[in-house]
Each structure stands twice: as C-alpha cells, then as structure tokens.
C-alpha cells in the first residue's frame, strides 16, 4: 500500500470549519459547565437569586451585591432546572453557545480569524467557563452588530440592546452609550439613512417606542446601580499622569490581553506608545465606515473616563470591554466592505504590506488570545478554579452540613455556602449570612477572628461545639490536621485543609472550636 502524497490530501473545504468549529466550542463549554468549580464572584449571583422566594425578594438581595440585576434575573429563571448552581452555569453556556453562533454566522472576518476569536481568552475561557453577567454583554454586542442595517427599518432592537447593556454590568454602560451615540451621529450625518427610515409610514411611532423602551431601561439599570452608593467613589478629580497611563494600560490589555506592571514609568509609557500604535492602525481601518468609527471612538472615551474616574478594573474580565468593542467595531467596517475596501488605496504606514496593517495586527493578538484561552481552558480541567466545591462536599460527606459553622471572609467563604446551600454565621455582617453585602459589611482584622467566635459563642451559649471555616490561615498559627491550639475558653482543632484551588484566596481551612468547661 502506497502512502498518499501529502499535497494530495484533500482537506475539508471551508463549509465544514464553519460548522465543525462552532459544535467543538459548544460541546467543550458543556463539558466544562458540568467541571467547572465556581469561584466566589461566580456563586455570588447563584445565592442571590436562590435566596429570593419571588422578584421582589430579588430585588432587595441584589442591591448589596453592587451591580444591575438583569444577571441574577436571568439565574431566577433558570435556577430551578436542576435546582443547584449547574442550572446557572448551563444557562450561562447557552448564552456563550449563542454568542458564538451569531459570530460565525454573521460576522464578515475570514475563516482564521473567527477560528482564532472563538478560542481565545475571552470568547472560550473567561466569558465561557467562568460563569458572570460578562457573556450577556458580549451577547447583545454581537446582536446589535449583526442587525445594524436594520437601523434603516427600524430602532427598537436596537433600544433593547442600548437598555439591556445598561442593565448587565457598570463597565457595559460605557457601549451602551456607544451604541446610542452611534445611531444618534448616524441619524443627523446620514440624510440617506433618516429619508430611508422615514419611508415607514410608522416611522414617529417607532421612534418614540424606541427612545421610551431605551430611556425606561436606562433609568432602571441607573437606580439598580444607585442603591449600592458605597460603589460610586471617584478614583481621581484631577490629573494624574500614573493613573492616566494605568488606564491607558487597560486598553492595551485589549488587544494584547497582558497589562503593564503600574509600578514601574518605563512600562507604562512603552505600552503606552504601543496602543497609540494600535488604536491609529484600528481607527485607519475602520475609517471609511462612519458608524464604526463613532462606535469605536465613543466606547474607547466612555468606557475610558469610567476607568479614569470611577473604576478601574483588577481583573482581564474589565478590561475584556476593550476587546469586545475593537471586535465589534471591525464587525461593522468589515460589514461595509466595498466602502472599506477603498481604504486599502491609501500608500501610508498601515498599507496591507506593512507591519501594522490592521487585519494583521488583529490576528497578531487573536493568536496570544488563542494561546492562552486554551492554556486556561486545559488548565480549568486539571485544576479546580476553586476548592469551595471539594470544601463541601467533605463536609457532606462527615454529615456536617446542619452544623453551627463560624466562617471568614464572607466574600470567599461565599463559594462554601452556595454548594451547601445553607448560611453561615459570619462576622463581617454580624449574623448570618450567605453572599457579600458590599453596602453593608465591615472588614475584619484577620487577627481578630477567635475574638470573634468567642463573641458568637457568648451570643449563642447552648453552642459548645462549631465548625470553623476560615479562607487562609492569618489568624491561625499553622496548625496541621490533628493539632490543637487552646486561646482562652476556647479549644481549635485543625480538622481538614483544602489547597487544591487556582485561586489562593479561595483554599479553605477547616477546623473545629470547643468551649472549655471549668
């Protein structure tokens, strides 16, 4: 038998990439949804909505927890479909399923680049696996961009987009305002557009629906946001050169998913320069398409000033708004085609030959996004996100569960709770409870924490014997399974510890604390 000639191999042609990729992405996320351990922020919408016996329950739970409640509405739905945190997370999966159809069925970039996208940190790991409000936003981005052209028929997909951006996360406000700013620009600069639009004999009607649906959501998600005050802090009223170069590092972040380290001058204008580099080369491309260029400019100012003044963001899932906006404003060039086309004539720094032709650039940084969405992908199947899961089921398994437990910090120890489904008694809120309550808890000093359940112990006294949960071991000498430490009345018994965790703040430590009887 004679081996086939490599250049005679037939590979499939692009149809089948088009459907092969999408269906290996979904049932990876499926996979994953069933393994993946939650973290603290994850299981922090889980308690909220499961707590909350009707939506007016929901309400009042979601207020402390510091952001709109369209995400725990979306979990108070579906909680009941297995009745524990998987019903949330295969409802999240649905949601990125979703996100990643309409990109391949309606975005206009080339087979690599939406392969390279579909893998990448965002799209496969951080707005798929690990379960937030994120991938709604990425979702309603993707369905304003692939029905633009029904501005011209039509604007209250379009309010729904506007409101419902608004109501997911504080940082969507920023292409929700985008988005408004864009049809707003594009009415007054587009005679074409409004004389289309007009031929609706229901044009007024429409209008006026869509401002009213856009202006009532808006408002909603405002007051949903207002009821935490404590969250609304300026970072900065004046101008600050090492915060301003620190934001500017977010949108690097954007693009090449790493932000530089803020301690240091020399890296903050480096990559500095570098996003100028990036933003001219993205604002060339995208130019002869009007609309996206509003788009483009108006997200990277508001979701800048957010950043500058409000929030600034400690994590790739904040500065992820950056990437979804440079996505979606080539969306909509590349969407224009044979205007964008004419773009390429022009003999400049960013011609096609070129080093920083945008098209290039872009699959530059798809590639490090690719990379290392699916190092964390692989790595979510090995190790746990969080040992919280592992922590609850040993205490199931030991029949615990119906214990009087002592637990600290509240915002880690949440993960515990959820996969209990119970409370705990703990002292940042001085009583019981289940997930963080930003407007209303204080912070603990570490040091402090047996102090503490010798005060739960005096309020409780038919208690003598509580587990105690703790989230690392500050307040604790380093004792090891067995060992005891005797603190005043009070005898701690190191039981179990649980370090297998991606998370160091969420390996847990459990102990046992017995009153000392005279």
């Given at each position: 038998?004679?081996?086939?000639?490599?250049?005679?191999?037939?590979?499939?042609?692009?149809?089948?990439?088009?459907?092969?990729?999408?269906?290996?992405?979904?049932?990876?996320?499926?996979?994953?949804?069933?393994?993946?351990?939650?973290?603290?922020?994850?299981?922090?919408?889980?308690?909220?909505?499961?707590?909350?016996?009707?939506?007016?329950?929901?309400?009042?739970?979601?207020?402390?927890?510091?952001?709109?409640?369209?995400?725990?509405?979306?979990?108070?739905?579906?909680?009941?479909?297995?009745?524990?945190?998987?019903?949330?997370?295969?409802?999240?999966?649905?949601?990125?399923s979703s996100a990643i159809v309409i990109f391949w069925r309606?975005?206009?970039?080339?087979?690599?680049?939406?392969?390279?996208?579909?893998?990448?940190?965002?799209?496969?790991?951080?707005?798929?696996?690990?379960?937030?409000?994120?991938?709604?936003?990425?979702?309603?981005?993707?369905?304003?961009?692939?029905?633009?052209?029904?501005?011209?028929?039509?604007?209250?997909?379009?309010?729904?987009?506007?409101?419902?951006?608004?109501?997911?996360?504080?940082?969507?406000?920023?292409?929700?305002?985008?988005?408004?700013?864009?049809?707003?620009?594009?009415?007054?600069?587009?005679?074409?557009?409004?004389?289309?639009?007009?031929?609706?004999?229901?044009?007024?009607?429409?209008?006026?629906?869509?401002?009213?649906?856009?202006?009532?959501?808006?408002?909603?998600?405002?007051?949903?946001?207002?009821?935490?005050?404590?969250?609304?802090?300026?970072?900065?009223?004046?101008?600050?050169?090492?915060?301003?170069?620190?934001?500017?590092?977010?949108?690097?972040?954007?693009?090449?998913?790493?932000?530089?380290?803020?301690?240091?001058?020399?890296?903050?204008?480096?990559?500095?320069?570098?996003?100028?580099?990036?933003?001219?080369?993205?604002?060339?491309?995208?130019?002869?398409?009007?609309?996206?260029?509003?788009?483009?400019?108006?997200?990277?100012?508001?979701?800048?000033?957010?950043?500058?003044?409000?929030?600034?963001?400690?994590?790739?899932?904040?500065?992820?708004?950056?990437?979804?906006?440079?996505?979606?404003?080539?969306?909509?060039?590349?969407s224009n085609q044979d205007q964008q086309l004419s773009s390429?004539?022009?003999?400049?720094?960013?011609?096609?030959?070129?080093?920083?032709?945008?098209?290039?650039?872009?699959?530059?940084?798809?590639?490090?996004?690719?990379?290392?969405?699916?190092?964390?992908?692989?790595?979510?199947?090995?190790?746990?996100?969080?040992?919280?899961?592992?922590?609850?089921?040993?205490?199931?398994?030991?029949?615990?569960?119906?214990?009087?437990?002592?637990?600290?910090?509240?915002?880690?120890?949440?993960?515990?709770?959820?996969?209990?489904?119970?409370?705990?008694?703990?002292?940042?809120?001085?009583?019981?409870?289940?997930?963080?309550?930003?407007?209303?808890?204080?912070?603990?000093?570490?040091?402090?924490?047996?102090?503490?359940?010798?005060?739960?112990?005096?309020?409780?006294?038919?208690?003598?014997?509580?587990?105690?949960?703790?989230?690392?071991?500050?307040?604790?000498?380093?004792?090891?399974?067995?060992?005891?430490?005797?603190?005043?009345?009070?005898?701690?018994?190191?039981?179990?510890?649980?370090?297998?965790?991606?998370?160091?703040?969420?390996?847990?430590?459990?102990?046992?604390?017995?009153?000392?009887?005279?």
């Amino acid at each position: 038998m004679e081996f086939r000639r490599i250049n005679q191999i037939q590979l499939p042609d692009q149809r089948f990439y088009e459907i092969f990729l999408p269906i290996l992405f979904i049932i990876i996320g499926l996979f994953g949804a069933f393994n993946h351990a939650l973290w603290r922020d994850e299981m922090q919408g889980w308690l909220v909505a499961w707590q909350s016996d009707n939506l007016i329950d929901l309400w009042k739970n979601n207020a402390p927890s510091g952001h709109p409640v369209l995400w725990s509405l979306l979990i108070y739905f579906s909680k009941n479909i297995t009745g524990t945190p998987i019903s949330m997370q295969l409802m999240h999966w649905f949601l990125g399923s979703s996100a990643i159809v309409i990109f391949w069925r309606f975005s206009p970039f080339n087979l690599i680049t939406k392969a390279l996208f579909t893998f990448g940190y965002f799209p496969f790991w951080e707005y798929f696996f690990v379960c937030r409000h994120y991938v709604i936003a990425e979702l309603i981005i993707f369905i304003f961009c692939s029905i633009y052209h029904l501005k011209e028929k039509t604007y209250i997909p379009f309010s729904l987009c506007i409101g419902l951006l608004a109501n997911t996360q504080a940082l969507s406000w920023s292409l929700s305002f985008a988005i408004g700013m864009t049809l707003v620009l594009d009415w007054f600069l587009n005679p074409n557009q409004r004389k289309n639009y007009k031929r609706n004999k229901r044009w007024i009607l429409d209008l006026s629906s869509s401002i009213a649906i856009s202006s009532t959501l808006l408002c909603f998600g405002a007051f949903s946001l207002l009821q935490v005050r404590d969250s609304v802090k300026l970072l900065s009223s004046f101008i600050d050169i090492r915060h301003f170069l620190r934001v500017i590092g977010q949108v690097f972040g954007g693009y090449m998913l790493i932000i530089p380290n803020s301690s240091r001058f020399f890296d903050l204008i480096l990559c500095a320069l570098i996003t100028l580099i990036l933003i001219v080369s993205t604002i060339i491309f995208i130019r002869s398409y009007r609309p996206a260029l509003i788009y483009f400019l108006s997200g990277i100012i508001f979701l800048f000033l957010f950043n500058y003044f409000l929030f600034l963001g400690d994590g790739s899932r904040h500065y992820g708004y950056y990437f979804l906006l440079i996505i979606s404003s080539s969306w909509l060039a590349l969407s224009n085609q044979d205007q964008q086309l004419s773009s390429f004539n022009h003999q400049n720094l960013f011609t096609k030959g070129n080093l920083f032709y945008f098209p290039r650039l872009l699959n530059i940084c798809l590639t490090i996004h690719m990379v290392v969405g699916i190092h964390m992908v692989i790595n979510d199947f090995r190790l746990p996100y969080s040992s919280g899961k592992e922590t609850a089921q040993y205490i199931q398994t030991k029949g615990w569960q119906d214990s009087p437990i002592f637990a600290t910090r509240d915002v880690e120890v949440a993960t515990v709770s959820g996969y209990l489904d119970r409370e705990f008694y703990v002292p940042e809120l001085k009583g019981f409870g289940s997930y963080a309550q930003w407007a209303n808890r204080v912070t603990l000093d570490r040091t402090k924490t047996l102090d503490e359940v010798q005060v739960y112990l005096d309020r409780f006294p038919k208690v003598n014997k509580l587990l105690l949960l703790l989230s690392n071991r500050s307040s604790i000498k380093n004792l090891q399974p067995g060992e005891s430490l005797y603190v005043d009345k009070i005898r701690v018994i190191a039981d179990s510890k649980f370090e297998n965790s991606f998370h160091d703040s969420e390996k847990f430590y459990i102990y046992w604390v017995e009153r000392i009887v005279d």
